[in-house]
């Protein structure tokens, strides 16, 4: 699948070079080809850049050695600044979560497979959302090939013998209360017994958990206890064609950095640069996020908590919370709750959940864009009930606000083509001196008051919002299973006949054939190829993205064949 990279790679480098060789020429300067200015004029060289370097935190450096008459704990976990040493989670073993019991609990949209080995949640299905020979998704699983997996436990610098993911729990209660199904896993170990309850609410991909923690003898734990809570995956991407990727890997939100985005590389080579430490009072969440789909640690913002993220083993990646627990006297219990929400990336449902927690579905830097175009298509489908046809209407009424500015674009290609026989006139007749050449193009450009670059501009202007475009379409999980009409069972995966890329195809082929023909020779077979080009780019990309892009295509020509039937000038009859 390499040879779709370069291709693609080649069709927007050959566009981008075109448009700054045409700035050039308009500039007066050496273009890269075609016809050479009169006076080339000199250029201000670039500044350059500052390399950055990203410096080794504390909470991604290896955790130092045990303390000496201590037993040697693993130390798959650095120590957080605030936590004495050496406050570590115990080590990973794939092998207890295998063998352990299991239980399962489940509701009409999420069922889950509670591992009595730590307690841990090893396996998740999204039962809305199919795979297509319509077997749920498997977000959490460990399997010969992946695994993904949420724990928690209690670590303590004092106590090493607790409650935590690699002991094994007793299955306590279970049963439904109210609009819950509910499941409690016991252990008691060092003195403290630790009850794991999961509540998991009709229709919700958010479950309770709830960590009692009760404090059996009489000597509290001298540097008190500490919960984790952690998300472990491997770091195996999710791709679902060579042309585009999306972000796969932890992340975490506060209320000061916003989200934060880390790829597994950078914790492997420990060039990781994360706030250590969530205030208490602020908002605050770890997630493992990929395309469409998230899972995500959510605790109160009562305490402060700190931040870790690291590698467990090889190819085995980790990001959590450890929250402080106060002291418990005696016979007593504390009560810490947290959320772990297992989903899909609905933009709807994540806005409700935390703050900030709709960053989730990740738009990249055109958010700003992104996000209003993403309310307006849910707008549309609120009347339209078909995915389909709301892009097909959104994709009209961004080409209405854009209208103007379209029509600026398409004005002065109307123009440049109806000088176009001159301008091949002045080729063949300056086509030994390109010096003469260029003077003579510039000085028809102004005796017409043509600017070369009038059909680019108004088109610069609107590629952020093409391209915030893209990512809400190739983001947004809507889409999956999302029929449109007949052959189109999925906006979400390739046509699977390839109509509408050999439309947009056709398409891209009679824009062509509207624009005006380049002067220069080699920009007019690039211009007759890449139709061609594009489309087999295309035949692998989402049949909704393809969808929009013929849509505006075939708008596109309505609009510019009009243009030109207005400025370009007919022989008398």
């Known amino acids: 699948m390499d040879i779709k990279r370069t291709l693609l790679w080649a ?30 004029t000199s250029q201000t060289p670039s500044p350059s850049k500052t390399s950055e370097t990203l410096p080794s935190p504390a909470s991604t450096s290896q955790a130092p050695s045990a303390t000496p008459g201590q037993p ?24 207890n979560l295998a063998s352990g019991e299991k239980h399962t609990i489940k509701n009409d949209v999420l069922e889950l497979e509670i591992n009595a080995t730590g307690a841990s949640v090893t396996s998740a299905k999204l039962l809305k959302q199919l795979t297509p020979d319509q077997k749920p998704i498997a977000l959490l699983q460990i399997t010969p090939q992946n695994q993904y997996f949420v724990r928690s436990g209690l670590i303590s610098a004092s106590n090493t013998e607790l409650p935590n993911h690699t002991v094994s729990f007793a299955i306590g209660k279970n049963g439904r209360t109210d609009n819950k199904t509910f499941v409690t896993f016991v252990n008691e170990r060092g003195g403290v017994r630790l009850e794991k309850t999961y509540y998991l609410t009709d229709g919700s991909y958010v479950v309770e958990v709830e960590h009692r923690i009760t404090q059996l003898t009489g000597q509290a734990n001298p540097g008190g206890l500490v919960l984790y809570n952690e998300i472990v995956r491997d770091s195996s991407a999710v791709s679902d064609s060579e042309f585009y990727s ?59 908590r700190d931040v870790y993220v690291g590698k467990v083993e090889q190819n085995l ?51 700003v864009i992104a996000k209003p175009i993403f309310w307006l298509l ?54 030994g001196d390109p010096q003469k050449l260029n003077r003579a193009m510039m000085d028809l450009y102004k ?4 600017n070369p670059l ?12 093409f391209i915030a475009l893209y990512w809400v379409l190739l983001s947004s999980v809507e889409m999956r299973n999302a029929p449109w009409i ?18 947009m195809a056709v398409s891209m082929f009679v824009q062509t054939r509207l624009n005006p023909t380049p002067p220069d020779p080699l920009q007019a077979k690039i211009m007759l190829w890449m139709p061609i080009i594009f489309s087999v780019m295309f035949f692998f990309f989402p049949a909704g993205l393809v969808l929009y892009w013929v849509v505006n295509n075939i708008l596109s020509i309505a609009q510019q064949w009009q243009i030109n039937q207005m400025f370009i000038k007919r022989p008398p009859n």
């Open 378 to 431: 849910e707008q549309i489908h609120s009347y339209v009930a078909n995915w389909g046809w709301a892009i097909v209407i959104l994709t009209f009424i961004i080409k209405l606000i854009f209208f103007p500015l379209s029509a600026a674009s398409y004005k002065s290609m109307a123009r440049m083509k109806e000088v176009q026989p001159r301008l091949m006139n002045l080729r063949e007749q300056f086509k």
């Open 72 to 95: 040697q704990k693993s130390t798959d976990l650095p120590k957080p600044e605030s936590l004495p040493a050496p406050q570590r989670t115990p080590a990973f073993n794939a092998s």
């Open 246 to 304: 999306t972000f796969t890997g932890p992340a975490l939100y506060t209320d000061k950095e916003k989200f934060i985005k880390i790829n597994f590389s950078d914790i492997e080579k420990n060039k990781v640069d994360i706030p250590k430490q969530i205030p208490a009072g602020e908002p605050g969440w770890v997630a493992m996020v990929q395309h469409y789909f998230a899972s995500a640690w959510i605790p109160s913002d009562k305490s402060a």
């Open 486 to 503: 007949l052959w189109i069972k999925d906006l979400s995966v390739p046509d699977p006949y390839f109509i509408l890329p050999i439309i």
């Open 317 to 367: 990646f980790r990001i959590g919370l450890q929250i402080p627990v106060a002291a418990i006297p005696a016979g007593s219990s504390h009560i810490e709750s947290t959320r772990l929400f297992i989903g899909p990336q609905e933009e709807t449902l994540l806005e409700k959940i935390a703050p900030g927690f709709d960053l989730i579905k990740d738009y990249g830097y055109l958010t």
């Open 454 to 465: 009038g059909g680019c501009l108004p088109v610069v202007v609107q590629i952020p919002v």
């Open 11 to 40: 069709v927007l480098t050959i566009s981008g070079l075109m448009l700054y060789n045409n700035w050039l020429i308009y500039d007066g300067r050496q273009a890269l080809f075609g016809p050479t200015p009169l006076t080339p």
């Open 447 to 450: 005796q017409e008051k043509i």
